[in-house]
């Protein structure tokens, strides 16, 4: 049984669907499933019912998830130790634009908890580089939200938020349950500067080109909602100051909160940080929903 069959089964009890677990993996759908039931024979028991609707585990899998997970683990403490006897355990996390997200806090404290020893390096960036400085090298890992340019990246998502207007509370659309992009259409937007991803820059606005002031940071887009009555879009969860309001928006896709290396790395606390990242966030609260 070898350690990288047991992430592939990991894997797909965590998404409880082979497409989703192979494009986390970065693998095609067919070699996973033949190194799943390959386990199984191996094993001699399912792991997993699969049926049109997706993916079950059976009562053997739940069991080896568990001790799979806690096997894993302790693999990457070993690694991650190692790493630390040679001098080479630093990690340095690149985090987008608000380090007080609680999937973010729950992840600080689990990795310190796992790998106390190692050093960990924080930068934190603003929106004009949805990366934090991976191409550049700068990080060697990003705590980051899609879309951007992922060419030669790997790119895991851990969480899907709804969206919102982000308007003043004197706004004529502050006061209603949702809308939708076509009820800002015409409004000046808040946007990023010339030569920022094309797709990031798209997606936050919202998928049209918009004509407003140019910003950088969280607080920018804020003050520019303030002083000038721009719109602009925000994740839902964020309680914004009395002066503002955000509505959910009902027909923009969710902002995806990711973690993002670059493919080949060989630093053995990427592997960690991202497994940890995992749990972090799937075992935390989330973020409210849009209305239909």
């Not at 970065?26 to 792991?47: D, F, K, V």
């Not at 993916?55 to 070993?78: F, Y």
């Not at 902002?255 to 630093?267: E, F, I, L």
């Amino acid at each position: 049984m070898e350690l990288r069959t047991l992430r592939y089964f990991v894997t797909v009890a965590e998404e409880l669907h082979f497409g989703r677990a192979a494009a986390r993996l970065h693998m095609t759908q067919p070699p996973l499933s033949r190194a799943i039931r390959q386990l199984e024979t191996e094993l001699g028991a399912p792991l997993l019912l699969r049926s049109p609707a997706g993916v079950t585990l059976t009562p053997v899998g739940s069991v080896l998830l568990a001790e799979a997970r806690a096997l894993l683990d302790r693999a990457d403490r070993l690694r991650v130790r190692l790493a630390i006897a040679t001098g080479t355990a630093t990690l340095t996390v690149g985090i987008l634009g608000d380090s007080t997200d609680p999937g973010a806090t729950r992840l600080a404290a689990e990795y310190r908890r796992r790998h106390p020893e190692a050093e960990v390096r924080v930068r934190e960036t603003d929106l004009t580089d949805p990366t934090c400085g991976l191409r550049t090298g700068l990080v060697d890992v990003a705590l980051t939200r899609a879309p951007f340019d992922d060419t030669g990246l790997a790119v895991h998502e851990l969480r899907a938020d709804p969206v919102g207007a982000l308007l003043r509370a004197d706004d004529p659309l502050a006061g209603r349950d949702c809308v939708r992009l076509a009820d800002l259409a015409g409004r000046r937007w808040f946007r990023f500067p010339d030569g920022t991803d094309p797709l990031w820059q798209s997606y936050w606005s919202g998928g049209e080109p918009r004509e407003g002031p140019v910003v950088r940071g969280v607080q920018e887009c804020v003050q520019a909602v303030l002083w000038n009555g721009t719109v602009g879009m925000i994740p839902l969860g964020h309680d914004p100051s009395p002066e503002l309001a955000v509505v959910p928006l009902t027909d923009m896709a969710p902002s995806r909160v990711v973690v993002a290396w670059n493919k080949g790395d060989a630093n053995p606390m990427i592997r960690s940080f991202v497994r940890i990242a995992t749990g972090a966030y799937r075992d935390g609260p989330h973020l409210p929903h849009a209305p239909d």
